[in-house]
Structure formats: structure tokens, C-alpha cells
């Protein structure tokens, strides 16, 4: 990938260039050959073929719809926001008799918009129907979820055909507009939201390569043993007992990347007694201060193990789960006081409701619920025990590539959703010390977990939940293994298929002992490499707003003085051009750029040499308060940006014997000064260091040491 840039009116206008075809658009497919991209079928009396082989408008299949009185086509999917769409089109053939009159509508809310009419059908013909969303009363709308084609007469229809049915995407406009608040402030970076998953089937965990990786990621914070094996792995298992890898082999990968560690307690077979044994065996004969243990792993499923069946325990139940979770936090802090404990928690007041037999009333709006958290949270405060802190697990739905792109915003609902239970139930003295962790998240669906797609979703989530408050975000996994995709949907993006042919998916960011760079490191692989580039613990967010959500945008001021944006193309076919500004903060006119998108999936999927499939770093020298910048489809891109060089000014006439001048530079950004006697073969001698400017000057006072000897001063950011 090459980096371009010319002068235009004062405005810097870079391209990333692409040397290859992309998508021909956004539109999101509905059918084509099967339904896709989540889309659902709730047919209301009307029989529907979704593999009819003839005839077909393009490719192999077509949907052969027979409609009898008072039935309908029933499209459905989650909430879908229809301002990045125009119109719902579809092919439709009236088959050997056509004449067919129909009705189109669609549903926001499951409140009807406005049924527009179709037909009569030609026969044997295909003709392209295109109805606006504004016609059915559903533009602009966040929560589209039913569409319908309705035969809602009293009398049945000849059968028709449906093809090639979708939601035209708008145009993306010509420039987007993104504004930098430098001075605006959001949140401290925690280093634990660059962190994934590790797991006990993992017979590579602790090998040279594992290090590699992990250290090639910059990775900041591990999990162990692994999701719902937390319930099932007992710490003490000893080597060679059927376990791909053991607590000392985590110990020995944990401690040499000096990632900071959560721990799953086992819950579901477990005993308190156990996991305290644990903390011991950690913390105190290892030394390791493993300092983050969750009690179990997603407990209030029913796929999760969980013994606790003699009365009055009851498997899956916040009661119970409140009840044990009380001797856990004391015995385990009996032996090591330092350590903190979460709880597993759902993110809705009336989410994992699996009994009725506790239910409670929520202390401030007086609403009685059964929810997992609102009945843990109560009997946890009848207990006089507080979580260290609660546990979100959030994977997105599999409704397609666009969707899930988009979806990555939604944690900041469920942040909102748990501080407001937190303090409803605990009282916000209680509650306040209480952090959200999110100690795993994921794309789900098909093979999106190793596309491109993929990666993106790991850098945009990431972008996202620094707007929120969760300290923690460790991805799912580091190692998970291949799999075949049964009815793969081809409306995703991807390529990766096994020897025979099969699409593939794989929870993993690696696939097998290997050495990065390598075609068996996903995306997602080089998209948490990506993000070293982009922040990291002690860094401070700031505000960042554009007007088209395709164009992911985000920033950070780095805790030596730089500023980076990162910014995720989400478009698959349309370079989107931004014209940047940046408030509080002067840029250096030359920034250092890392991207990684298509040209090196690309590489990836033809063998292409190693570097080529890394992430690509280019230069940018024309950085300013305003610029433009084009970010090509399907990338994540960091954009680094250095201070502009300070000022020092004289104070004129100096006082006898010193030198009086003033630092001019930007706030929060560490200087040096320097002296020197010969501007030719100098050399620079520090005088003072790492001045961090509050207000952007500072008055510096320096003795003359001779008036026969020339000195020459200067300021310089200290990276």
C-alpha cells in the first residue's frame, strides 16, 4: 500500500491506494441463492422453496412462493437501521400465469409503515420491483425488523418466483466530516482492553511461538483456562492427565509476557476451598499476583456445567450462584486480600430470568424482576458482599458483515445497563467501586471470525469501548482450531477454505504453533498488533465526531505527547474520503501511518511473502489543524501524529548574568531543553527535562556561565 499526498488550498488531500477490484456495493443481500445476513423466514401461509433450481434471475437458486388467501412472505431480522438504505428491490417472476397482485409493507418495532401495491405480474418475465423505504413509512428508521409481501386477499395467487432480493445501499456521501477535540477528554486508557483469551486445550500454549505472538501483539492481559472449562478444570490437574496445557504452563506464558491475568474459578464443580487452594497456589508459592478471579463462566446458561442440585441449590440460578459467591470472596481473600473478585452478570434487568422462586423489586422504580443480575446484585447485598467487579460476555449476532460492523456501538448500552442495575440495587455508594470487565467478545457467525471483516470488528470494538466505561475486553481466543461452515453464507466476505474446499471458521487469531508474520495468523491477529500503534494503558481518550457511521473514528493523545486516530473503513467497496479537523492540539506536519486491510488479507490468500501480509507502514508530511485523507474499503488505519515543534522565546533585555525566555509548546506534552556552544558540531546538552506544559508555556530562568562564551538554546519533545 503506498501513501500519496498533494497540496490543494491549504488542505492536505493523502490517498491509500488500492491496486485491485473491490465489492461493487453495500447493499445489504436478503436472498441470493439462500437467504442471508441473519435474514429469517416467518412465512405466514404461504409455502416457499428457498432452493427452487428454475427458473432462477442470477445464480443457482430462487425462492417458488405459493400464496393462498390471506398469507405472506415474511421477512425478519434484528433491528436494522435503514439510514444507510434507500429501497427494498427484489426480482420477481409471475410464472406461467402471471397476473398477480400483491402488496408490499414493512414493520419498525412490529408497528406496520405503509402497504404499497405490485403487479399485475408478467409471465415467464423477470422485472425488477423497487420500492423507497420512504414509500413504506420505514426511512431513516434505527429498528426495521419485518418485511413482507403480502397476499392479503381473499382469493390465492398463481405461484411466482422471488430473486435477488435486497436493501439498496445509499450513496456514501463525497466527504465525511470528522472533528478531533483534543482538549475534550473521555476516559484514562486500561491497559487490560488489549488482552484475549487462553485455554487449557491448547497443547501450543507454552511454546516460543505463543510468545511470539503474544509479544508481537503487544499484548497486555490473559484469561485462563478458558470459558465455560473454567466450570470444568480443576486447578490441581496434573501434568499428563488429559489437559492439552496446565496452570504452570499459564504461569510460565503469563509471566514472561507480563500480561496481567484473570483467573476463572471453577463454579459449576468446583468448591470455594478449591479456588482459594488456587489463589494459594498462585499467588503465594508462585508469587505470580494474579490479581483478577471470576467466580465460574457464564453460569446462568444451560450449556454451562453446573453441580449445585441438592436443595436448596439449583442449578443456573442467581440465588444460588449469590449464595456460593459470598463463601468464594471470603475464603479466597482470606489468602490474598489483594486479589479481586467478579461476578458473572447478564446486561439486561430481565436477561437469564431462569426461575421465578426469588424474584425482587427494583428499590427505585419499584418493578418486580426475575433477571440474573437484579436477584444476584439483591441477595449479594443481604450478604454484605460487593463484587470487585461485574462480568459481561458479548458476542454479536450473526446478521452480516455491515451489521456487525455497526453492532460494535451497542456496548455502550450495556455499560449504561449495568451502572444503572449497579446502582439501582447496590445503592451508588456500593456500586461505585464496582468496574466492568468484559472478559470476552467476539464477531460469532460463519467465517467471519477469520475474515477481514473480522479484524475490523476487533479494532472498531475496540474504538467503541473507549467511549464506555469497561476496563477489560479480552478477545475469543488465542488458539480454538478449524472448522467446516455447513451452508456457508455467501453474502459474507472471505476466502479461507480447508484442502477440500470447505469455508472454514476458526475462533482463534492463530491457527497452530506458528511464527508471525504468517497466513495462518487471521486478521484479527494483525488488527491487535494494529492497535499497539494506536493506545495503550495511560493514555487518554478524546472526543471524535463524524456524520456517516461507515467510517469508524477515534483518538487518543498517547502519554508521551503523540496523538493517534485510528479510523475503520467499513465500506466493502467505496474509498471514504474525511476532511479532519483538529481542535486543542498542532500537529507535525510528518505522521507515521499503519494500516492493514485488503492488500494484505490479499497476500495473505495468494501465498504473498510474509511482510506483505503485515501491517503496512507509510509516512504522511503534510499533517495539519485540517486535512483530508481517504481511507480505502475494508481497512483499519492509525494515523500518529508528533507535536509541533515548541517555541522558545527571549525575554529582551535579560537580567545580568542569566537568560530569561519562555517555552511556548502544546499542554500535556513532555519538552527538553537543550544548550549547546557550537551549532556546527555541537554537542546538545540536556538542562532540563521533561517539562510537561498544563497551559502551554512556562517561564524558564538559566545562569550564564560566561559572556565570552556564545550559547545557543533549544526545545524538543521528548517522545
Known sequence: MKFFSARSGGIVACLLALAFSVLANDDQLIYSDMLNNGWANWGYNATLVFNNSAPVHSGTNSIKATMPSWSRIWLVHDPIDTSLY?????????????????????STNGVDGTWVNIGPLAANTWQQITVSLAALGVANNANLNYLW??????????????????????????????????TQTLRTVDARLFGINTAAWDGYLDTPCTISVLTNMNNQALRWPGGSWGDIYHEYAPPNSGWGSYTTNFIHVATNTHAQVFMIANYGSGTPGEAADWVRFCNITNQCSFKYWEIGNEVGGSWEEDDNTNAPWQ??????YAQRFTSYYSQMKAVDPTIKIGAVADTTEDGTANYTNHPVVNPVTGVTHN???????????????????????????????????????????????????????LGSAMATNVELDGTEFGPEGDKQWISLVGGLFYADMIGQILQTEFNTMLWWDLRNGQSSVANSDNALYGWRTNSSGSIITDEGCVNGNVLPP????????????????????????VTVTNDFQLLGTYAVLRTNGSLTMLVVNKSSYATLTAAVSIAGYLPCPNATVYSYGIPQDEAARTNGPAGSQDIA????????????????????????????APTLIATLPPPAGQFVFQLQGQPNTPYVIQNCTDLTSGPWIPVSTNYTLSDGTLNLTNTIQSAAVQQFWRAIWQP
Request: glycine content about 8%; aromatic content about 14%.
Open 86 to 106: 434507500t429501497n427494498f428491490t427484489f426480482w420477481v417472476n409471475g410464472g406461467t400465469s402471471g397476473g398477480q397482485r400483491l402488496q408490499v409493507a414493512a
Open 149 to 182: 409481501i403480502n397476499n392479503w386477499s381473499g382469493s390465492a395467487q398463481p405461484v411466482f418466483y422471488l430473486d435477488d432480493v435486497s436493501l439498496t445501499a445509499k450513496t456514501p456521501p463525497a466527504t465525511v466530516h470528522v472533528g478531533v477535540n483534543a
Open 315 to 320: 442449578p443456573h440460578d442467581p440465588w444460588t
Open 371 to 425: 433477571g440474573w443480575t437484579p436477584v444476584m446484585l439483591t441477595y449479594m447485598r443481604s450478604n454484605n458482599v460487593t463484587p470487585d467487579f461485574l462480568i459481561c460476555h458479548n458476542y454479536a449476532p450473526g446478521d452480516g458483515d455491515t451489521y456487525n460492523l455497526l453492532w460494535t456501538k451497542t456496548w455502550a448500552v450495556s455499560a449504561a445497563n449495568l451502572r444503572m442495575m449497579l446502582n439501582d440495587y
Open 518 to 541: 504468517n497466513s495462518n495468523c487471521y486478521p484479527s491477529y494483525y488488527c491487535m498488533k494494529l492497535m499497539q500503534y494506536f493506545a495503550r494503558g495511560g493514555d487518554t481518550v
Open 617 to 644: 507502514q507509510t509516512s504522511f508530511a503534510s499533517a495539519g489543524s485540517l486535512f483530508t485523507c481517504s481511507f480505502p474499503p475494508y481497512s483499519a488505519t492509525v494515523l500518529s501524529f508528533a507535536p509541533a
